[in-house]
């Protein structure tokens, strides 16, 4: 897994179309699963819009169990740039689950931290 990067070609694809489609008020919906999705190494990877969260969600393509620590770096080559405390992780046995605001995704990929974004003088 250590060819991995954030600068996989599936990695930046699945970041462009959510930056895209959250700017643009199109839901992530899993019947766009192609879009919102892809296969990275031994691991399914599919995202999900679930009313104002994003919902991340990690299986082996196998069917197989999922340590926490191969999932959390699947997770972080599209969470790179949020802190880890705005993102909530719920491990299971076959899966792992990861939910953020898709406006604090967004911001933050794109450079906008949210810390006193003031406007104006």
């Known amino acids: 897994m250590s060819e991995l990067t954030t600068e996989h070609p599936e990695v930046r694809r699945v970041l462009q179309a959510i930056i895209e489609d959250t700017r643009a008020g199109v839901p992530i919906l899993l019947s766009r699963r192609e879009r919102y999705g892809t296969i990275l190494g031994d691991f399914r990877v599919q995202f999900e819009g679930e009313d104002d969260l994003l919902h991340l969600s990690i299986t082996r393509v196998d069917g197989g169990r999922v340590a926490h620590e191969e999932a959390q770096r699947i ?43 003031a406007r104006g003088g």
Not at 90 to 109: K, N, Q, T, W
């Open 75 to 117: 997770a972080d080559l599209f969470f790179h740039a949020v802190p880890k405390g705005l993102i909530q992780c719920r491990p299971a046995e076959y899966s792992v689950h990861y939910y953020i605001a898709h406006d604090l995704l967004v911001g933050y990929l794109e450079g906008n931290s949210h810390r006193g974004e």
